[in-house]
């Protein structure tokens, strides 16, 4: 059983599905793919949409009544991929955020691509204290996580976990990306394997691609180990987290003065 806890299939309200039929071909191919349960994470407060709790939670029940009238056999779920921001901390403590699970002990947490917000450990600190985890969304895609491995392996040791983006993984996305991920992976430093699905051709689920690569670079027992990941975080249970292994720090840039 596949559970895929990162989406954007709920239809015009993000950049994702624009249409009832493009989330009716989404959700098809996720089932091709052999996803059973599927959470909806629209972007929230990224600077371009505000995806509130209420409204998310309305959204999916009414695309899990299309799934069933389609003949679709796919589960779906609320939930939201949040933008660091000022305000996570006050929407939080208002009620306005969704989490991966029904416990609300996971939530899916998204940096700017270029940066680490600076408020970042503070956050997250007083999260992680209250019994809260926050999970990275595609760190692997960051630049200043992929840069600085040492960045992500600190937020790891604080008590985070990390999410690799599936079309990253299995090449869709470039070589580069693929490095990335690989080097998360080997640091034991990313957590579940999700697929970000927005299009069908541009952002598509590659979800078995990335499986396949997975179990032939690090075998049967780390696909198992992602795939279960997933079930607990869904779940709202512990994740038996690997330790990670520290990576070098990467060496100071150092000018000459002539």
């Given at each position: 059983m596949i559970i895929d806890l990162h989406s954007h299939l709920i239809p015009n309200v993000d950049d994702g599905a624009q249409t009832i039929e493009q989330s009716l071909e989404l959700a098809r191919q996720a089932v091709n793919e052999g996803v059973e349960h599927m959470v909806l994470t629209p972007h929230h407060r990224n600077g371009a949409y505000l995806n509130r709790k209420n409204d998310v939670i309305r959204y999916a029940k009414n695309l899990q009544e299309q799934y069933e009238q389609a003949g679709i056999n796919l589960k779906v779920y609320p939930s939201q991929e949040i933008r660091l921001t000022e305000h996570f901390l006050d929407d939080l403590y208002n009620g306005d955020l969704?989490?991966?699970d029904g416990a609300g002990k996971y939530y899916l947490i998204e940096f700017p691509s270029d940066r680490v917000p600076s408020n970042t450990n503070e956050v997250f600190q007083e999260l992680i204290s209250a019994g809260?985890?926050?999970?990275?969304a595609h760190p692997e895609r960051n630049h200043e996580l992929s840069s600085d491995l040492h960045?992500?392996?600190?937020?790891?040791?604080m008590g985070c976990l990390s999410q690799i983006t599936?079309?990253?993984y299995s090449g869709y996305y470039g070589e580069t990306l693929v490095a990335n991920s690989q080097q998360m992976i080997q640091h034991n430093l990313a957590h579940i394997l999700a697929s970000d699905v927005h299009h069908m051709k541009h952002r598509p689920m590659n979800v078995q691609s990335a499986f396949a690569r997975l179990d032939q670079e690090y075998g049967q027992e780390t696909v198992q180990y992602y795939k279960d990941n997933a079930r607990n975080i869904f779940n709202g249970d512990k994740v038996n987290k690997k330790k990670p292994i520290e990576p070098k720090k990467p060496r100071k840039k150092w000018f000459r003065l002539f």
């Open positions: 969704l989490s991966l809260i985890t926050p999970v990275i960045l992500l392996y600190e937020l790891v040791q599936t079309s990253s």
